[in-house]
């Protein structure tokens, strides 16, 4: 089966503008997490959504935002973008909520956004 | 909070040898979930293995067994005849395993590069 799709792979973006980046889940999968990827922080977690509905939320500003459609493909938004903010995103997907016990998580590439 | 401590940040191997990379992680909790992932240059982090605490077998696939060491919390990764495929960066994970929203994310380790030599 198609694995986690995310879109685009690779983003630049300028100081102050805003980003969207998309997650396409494996089928089935309802769960959609996000992951922040940088050299000096590691990952972290930015949110998790479960039918349509956030359930975790990350210690990340209010410039940070996300939503599920009911088709379970989530986007995550970034507004204002920082230099900072350059990172590489993950999104997982899992059955939720014992995932964990099932499939567990599986992540997609990821998308590389750089702001100049 | 829960805290992940990978203190190799780099490990490298003989090819067709054997290397441990090694985790330590702190919880209050006694039920929870470990992970190793594996990160390529492709970016994917890719589930190498997990471990139920509750279950004190240790986990093994393939090529891949843990020992895990509750009691030290200690979750350490042994790969054997390792491949030239095995070059990646290893995270270790945790995970509670408690119900409610604020409990399902994964907290990671900062990583170890392994490098496989031929």
């Known amino acids: 089966k198609a694995g986690v799709t995310q879109t685009p792979r690779y983003l630049i973006k300028t100081r102050g503008q805003q980003v969207t980046l998309s997650c396409s889940p494996i089928s089935g999968h309802r769960s959609v997490s996000w992951y922040q990827q940088t050299p000096g922080q590691g990952l972290q977690f930015l949110f998790e959504y479960f039918s349509e509905t956030q359930r975790n939320k990350g210690n990340f500003p209010g410039r940070f935002s996300g939503r599920q459609f009911s088709n379970s493909r989530s986007e995550m938004n970034v507004s204002t973008l920082e230099l900072g903010d350059s990172a590489l995103y993950l999104c997982?997907?899992?059955?939720?909520?014992?995932?964990?016990?099932?499939?567990?998580?599986?992540f997609g590439s990821g998308t590389r956004l750089t702001v100049v | 909070a829960q805290t992940v401590t990978q203190s190799q940040p780099e490990m490298s191997v003989q090819e067709a040898e054997t290397v441990t990379l090694s985790c330590t992680y702190d919880t209050s909790e006694s039920d929870y979930y470990l992970f190793w992932y594996k990160q390529p240059p492709s970016r994917q982090m890719i589930l190498v293995i997990r471990?139920?605490?509750?279950?004190?077998q240790n986990a093994t696939e393939n090529r891949f067994s843990v020992n895990f060491q509750k009691a030290a919390k200690s979750f350490s990764l042994k790969i054997s005849d390792s491949q030239l495929g095995d070059a990646a960066m290893y995270f270790c994970?945790?995970?509670?395993?408690?119900?409610?929203?604020?409990?399902?994310?994964?907290?990671f380790g900062k990583g170890t590069l392994l490098t496989v030599n031929p």
């Open positions: 997982a997907s899992s059955t939720y909520p014992r995932g964990v016990r099932g499939d567990g998580y599986t």
């Open positions: 994970a945790y995970r509670s395993a408690r119900s409610g929203g604020s409990n399902y994310k994964l907290t």
């Open positions: 471990q139920e605490a509750y279950k004190q």
